[in-house]
């Protein structure tokens, strides 16, 4: 078989933290979030000749951020609460021997 196709899923967890450090105990203070991430990703595979293939494909990956409150003594806000997506592409030479 001369192409492949492959499509996949990702999901996950994450922490992330952020800290924030000033002169003023107003602004000083940190928060943390986890946050889910979730993705798709398709490709294919074209055999050129015997043992080397090119491979190419696509990945986008989202995560919804949450923004970090309750920052210090003034209970601040940082960021917002959005999602982001983030899409890739990639290309690759393969050999097997």
Aim: charged share 20%; hydrophobic share 40%.
């Amino acid at each position: 078989e001369r192409v492949s196709l492959w499509v996949g899923a990702t999901a996950g967890l994450f922490r992330d933290k952020y800290e924030l450090t000033t002169e003023s105990a107003d602004s000083t203070g940190s928060d943390t979030n986890t946050l889910f991430v979730y993705g798709a990703t398709a490709g294919a595979s074209v055999k050129l000749v015997k043992g080397l293939t090119l491979d190419a494909g696509v990945r986008v990956l989202a995560v919804k951020q949450d923004a970090y409150e309750g920052i210090g003594a003034a209970n601040l806000t940082i960021g917002r609460s959005t999602t982001y997506a983030r899409p890739s592409v990639s290309l690759a030479l393969g050999y097997t021997w």
